[in-house]
């Protein structure tokens, strides 16, 4: 009777009361989006929706199952079951069936389970662990290439069985990085490696002039240029080397004008010396004045003109065709609205022909008819916003936000480095899943099958997020219950 009283006094019942509305609203969405009119039966187990079931209860189950362990367990194993998942996720390359192209889903008879999914809880808790021992710095090199590598191995793993979409959450983990102290420039330089992407592949075939040059590559290297020049300001406060470069750089292309007066002047090749010249200057300005950040914007500026030059190979050769394609469906490059963006161009249909308020539930026209293809996984956001329109989707938003709201709350409030630490990784995992998978269904981001957590069909992402939250929760409590 005192651990009942104890549990209900230290619990937050805020997160269990915003967990339990969204299963249950994501299993009417489910239902919806796959019910057909054959269907006799509202409860039927050989249907999805009734599958879902199942998934449900088994989830309610692990979430109380979890809340009575002791919290203590779940730092003292961490390491245990980081390492166990990462020979799982070994043993899965070789033994995993050919689903969809991927070889991630290990399957046992009619059960099918999918091992990246607890990959991201066990290095959520690894992470925890690592980063909470004692004297742990992130400015320390070592122990911050070591968070590093407990994120990349998994990852790794993860993309050798052909699930890129499921590899690319782990990077979300760097936003618990940074609020631990990782330098922000790390993640502004990941953004521009984005940015040049975004400005190569579309742009580079394009020319500048007349049929002459690469505009890609000049608005790339002009990117560049202005980075490092914001660089200098924000680290240096130094404006007169940022006139320099600005002056050089002008000067540059009036010299490329004038040139191409006469001649077919390749104005990328200006841009490129303009950035090359700025680098071996700030060099020389790191030797006289003996300050290291001039020599790090140096490296920046010559490692981001090779990654310019790596982008197409990249694009090319590493990324398959059907990726590929989805990155180009996405940049506007090709129109495929019966082939890869099919999926995209009839979601976007079925959101937009929601309006306001919905068609009701199990009235969407799109979602009866099967026009979109995984409507009740990936895609069941646009069942929300057509049966239940714009306040029905923004409501789900809102949902999300109460929710990381509630598990940032309880972050900021930990003394124990290891809660702090998987809360905020959770947070990013769930707030990662929602953007892409919202992004993927209005057509702003490639689709890479990322479920929305706790809406989509099936029961690997519902346990395992339920599993991440409900262990938060308990490591909550365990906290409360020290201090009180």
């Known amino acids: 009777m005192e651990r009942r009283i104890r549990l209900a006094q230290t619990i937050d019942w805020w997160i269990v009361a915003l967990y339990l509305i969204m299963i249950i609203?994501?299993?009417?969405?489910?239902?919806?989006?796959?019910?057909d009119y054959t269907q006799t039966t509202f409860w039927g187990f050989e249907y999805r929706s009734g599958k879902q079931l199942i998934w449900i209860a088994c989830a309610l189950v692990i979430a109380g199952s979890i809340l009575l362990i002791d919290g203590k367990i779940y730092e003292q194993m961490a390491n245990l079951f980081y390492w166990a998942m990462l020979l799982v996720l070994l043993v899965t390359i070789f033994i995993a069936p050919n689903i969809k192209g991927s070889h991630s889903w290990l399957v046992f008879g009619p059960i099918s389970f999918q091992p990246a999914e607890l990959a991201k809880l066990a290095t959520a808790l690894a992470l925890g662990k690592f980063i909470s021992k004692t004297g742990f710095s992130m400015g320390n090199r070592r122990d911050a290439l070591g968070a590093?590598?407990?994120i990349m191995l998994p990852c790794m793993l993860i993309i050798l069985q052909s699930e890129t979409g499921s590899a690319l959450v782990f990077f979300a983990f760097f936003l618990m990085l940074y609020r631990e102290g990782l330098p922000g420039v790390f993640l502004m330089v990941a953004a521009c490696m984005v940015v040049l992407f975004l400005i190569i592949v579309p742009l580079s075939d394009l020319p500048v002039y007349h049929n002459v040059g690469s505009l890609g590559f000049m608005l790339a290297f002009i990117f560049i240029l202005l980075v490092v020049m914001?660089?200098?300001?924000?680290y240096e406060s130094d404006g007169t080397t940022m006139l320099h470069i600005l002056g050089g750089t002008v000067a540059l292309f009036a010299i490329a004008g004038l040139l191409n007066?006469?001649?077919?002047?390749?104005y990328q090749i200006f841009a490129l010396i303009a950035v090359i010249g700025t680098a071996i200057y700030l060099l020389f300005l790191f030797l006289y004045r003996s300050k290291r950040s001039y020599i790090w914007v140096a490296l920046f500026a010559i490692g981001s003109v090779g990654v310019s030059f790596s982008v197409d190979y990249f694009f090319d050769h590493i990324?398959?065709?059907h990726q590929q394609t989805r990155i180009k469906v996405v940049l506007g490059m090709e129109k495929d609205p019966k082939g890869v963006g099919y999926n995209v161009n009839q979601s976007k249909i079925a959101i937009g022909s929601g309006g306001w308020v919905g068609k009701g539930f199990l009235n969407g026209t799109q979602t009866k008819l099967k026009y979109v293809p995984e409507q009740d996984t990936d895609f069941i956001y646009c069942t929300i916003g057509e049966e239940h329109g714009f306040v029905g989707a923004a409501g789900v938003l809102c949902l999300f936000g109460l929710l990381f709201y509630r598990i940032m709350r309880i972050a900021e409030n930990q003394r124990d480095t290891f809660t702090r630490v998987y809360a905020y990784s959770i947070v990013s995992i769930m707030l990662f899943h929602v953007l892409i998978n919202v992004g993927m269904v209005l057509g702003i981001t490639p689709?890479?099958?990322i479920p929305l957590p706790f809406f989509s069909y099936g029961g690997s992402s519902l346990w395992s997020f339920t599993v991440m939250l409900f262990i938060l929760l308990r490591l909550d409590m365990t906290q409360k219950a020290r201090f009180r």
């Open 319 to 321: 990324l398959e065709p």
């Open 261 to 266: 007066i006469w001649f077919d002047v390749q």
């Open 148 to 150: 590093i590598g407990l």
């Open 25 to 35: 609203f994501g299993w009417f969405n489910v239902y919806g989006a796959s019910y």
């Open 230 to 234: 914001g660089c200098v300001i924000a």
């Open 447 to 449: 689709v890479i099958g």
